[in-house]
């Protein structure tokens, strides 16, 4: 699967969206407070981190997930169907 | 006690023995005062230090575990290290959408089949 980073057309799922937002401008957020000396933005930095590991992690875990259920789809469907043909050429 | 401790101006003028211990009993008084103080304030700084360091420390360690779960995040520093990723969250919702538009693209000629007898 191509790895290539690109807009879709497509309205993205609302949750997805909000979560992805939220969690880059935490991310921005971040950079200026890691120069700093408080000790309160730092407790704040290292959560926003542990926040940010967790959900990467939850997003390579829900990518397996749906890889594994993809490829038992794939092996059930038909070599000569034309559904087969509809997938290639959206793959190539 | 200091009306005690006056001394008339006759005797000022040749320091008595016991006058000479009572400066010495002073000095040695201020002196276990002031260690003391600063002791104290040693030990505060030292605490404080300790505690920043922990939360360095921790916020360190957050960041190694983020550079281990980001391809190639181990050679990049602070700011690269956030850029990418983000980079690599949107990457992997865009792989999310993907496979789920396929799942149910198969998903669907299954119940197509269903339906037809095939």
Redesign the interface.
């Known amino acids: 699967m191509s790895n290539r980073r690109s807009r879709q057309s497509s309205s993205a799922p609302r949750i997805s969206d909000n979560q992805m937002i939220d969690l880059v401008s935490k991310l921005r957020q971040i950079l200026p407070e890691i120069g700093q000396r408080r000790r309160s933005d730092k407790a704040s930095a290292s959560k926003v981190l542990q926040e940010t590991c967790n959900y990467i992690r939850n997003l390579n875990r829900e990518v397996d997930n749906l890889s594994e259920r993809l490829s038992q789809l794939l092996e059930s469907v038909d070599e000569d169907s034309p559904e087969a043909a509809v997938i290639r050429s959206l793959l190539m | 006690m200091e009306e005690t401790l006056a001394t008339p101006d006759a005797t000022r003028r040749s320091l008595s023995p016991s006058c000479s211990a009572t400066v010495k009993s002073r000095a040695a008084g201020f002196e276990r005062r002031t260690k003391r103080r600063l002791s104290e304030t040693n030990a505060s700084v030292r605490e404080d230090r300790e505690?920043?360091e922990e939360?360095?420390d921790?916020?360190k360690e957050?960041?190694e575990?983020?550079q281990r779960?980001?391809p190639g995040g181990a050679a990049l520093g602070?700011?690269a290290l956030?850029e990418e990723?983000?980079?690599?969250?949107?990457?992997?919702?865009?792989?999310?959408?993907?496979?789920?538009v396929?799942?149910s693209?198969?998903?669907r000629?299954?119940q197509e089949d269903m339906k037809f007898g095939g």
Do not use: P, R
């Not at chain 2, 990723?85 to 789920?100: D, H, N, P, R, V």
């Open positions: 505690e920043a939360e360095e921790e916020v957050k960041i575990a983020l779960i980001i602070v700011d956030f990723t983000a980079g690599y969250i949107l990457s992997l919702q865009c792989q999310i959408k993907t496979i789920k396929l799942t693209f198969l998903q000629i299954d």
